[in-house]
């Protein structure tokens, strides 16, 4: 089995009073599970509770080679009760942490795609599964997904609370409930059930526009979609001569059908910026253009002035001038420079994710 304890899901929970539990105590638990998804759509923190009638708390996990009781521990943010009780039994494949009620609440950052749970396609959507039938192993017991012993969970309830830059498409799960969206969170209810297994498909709320700007890739347009909006990036040679900011006829053309999509996507903000080589600006163009900051800057700022000559909303743009500051290939060679030669105009949900979280998601892998 591979490693499963970074995401929570994998945990596996056992309500006993030992390792075997009476009957007096076959009523079950009821628990719920919040996932916060990420804006990247790729992470979650992750709040679950159970709460039962039993003496003790017992959650088992899978084993991790190198790892100690103590590490387990550390994965958690929050543990209530705070107990690092650990049972003596084990076996090849699992450890056990003995809390010493049954109550228990935990918080817990997770990596969604881990033992391939979460896949993304080419157009951005998001394929979740709490379980993977290829890559895991049921329990000895038979046990797979969300599950609880000795008895079902009497109810159980999962919640995924989406940001705003993503959005449910469809969702299922193996066993009968009620599903319930309210507003950006979607929550499943069950009764009476065990071994859950959930199918969550999930993408960007810009997908619309992005479908729509799909029909103007082709040889120097490349259109692609972020967690955080749509990406599309332009060739130099689609829209200026070299080393002007003036717009070419052609480069118009192309502004001309990309302005009817952003017409019809209003909720999208607007980021055009501009990006040129490291070769430095010559001699006759100097007095206009001292470096490539003030040419990629100014090539920006007319690609803004056009499309809102064609009717887009102003209070929609932002320019933004890197000069070679972000190169796509080496600046070493002719073939590298011109992909580095570029505008990129990125479509963004008028409520998106502020620099510092964005910051916090770029470093994710060290929460």
Known sequence: ??????????????????????????????????????????????????????STYSLWFAKQKGYTAENYLEDFYYLYPN??????????????????????????????????????????????????????????????????????????ACSWVF???????TYLANQKGEWKQRHNTLTYYGQSVNDLFFAIQY????????????????????????????????????????????ISDGGTALLD????????????????????DNVPIGAELEKRFPTNWELSSKRAINIIHYLVAQGIDEARFEAQAFSFMHPLASNDNEEGRSKNRRIEIMLTDARQITNTTQAQLDNADAY
């Open 257 to 276: 059908k990309l302005a009817e999509s952003l017409k019809q996507q209003t909720a999208l903000n607007i980021v055009v910026a501009g990006h040129t």
């Open 203 to 246: 993408r960007p709320t810009s997908g619309d526009a992005y479908n729509a700007l799909k029909g103007l890739e082709g040889e120097g347009v490349e259109v692609e979609q972020q967690p955080t909006g749509v990406k599309m990036t332009l060739a130099e040679t689609l829209l200026f001569p070299s080393g002007v900011a003036h």
């Open 163 to 169: 940001p705003q830059n993503l959005e449910p498409v």
């Open 83 to 156: 107990s690092d009780n650990w049972l003596a039994e084990e076996d090849d494949k699992y450890m056990a942490l003995k809390l010493p009620y049954g109550d228990f609440a935990s918080l817990k950052w997770v990596n969604l795609e881990e033992n391939g749970r979460l896949q993304v396609d080419k157009d951005g959507v998001y394929y979740f599964r709490n379980w993977n039938e290829e890559e895991e192993e049921k329990t000895a017991e038979g046990h797979y997904g969300i599950w609880n012993s000795p008895s079902d969970f009497k109810q159980l």
């Open 1 to 54: 089995m591979k490693q499963t304890t970074h995401y929570f899901l994998s945990v596996i929970l056992l309500m006993s009073s030992s390792l075997s539990v009476s009957s007096e105590y076959a009523d079950g638990a009821i628990s719920e599970r919040i996932y916060f998804i990420q804006e990247d759509g790729r992470h979650a923190l992750v709040y679950t509770t159970s709460r039962s009638d039993f």
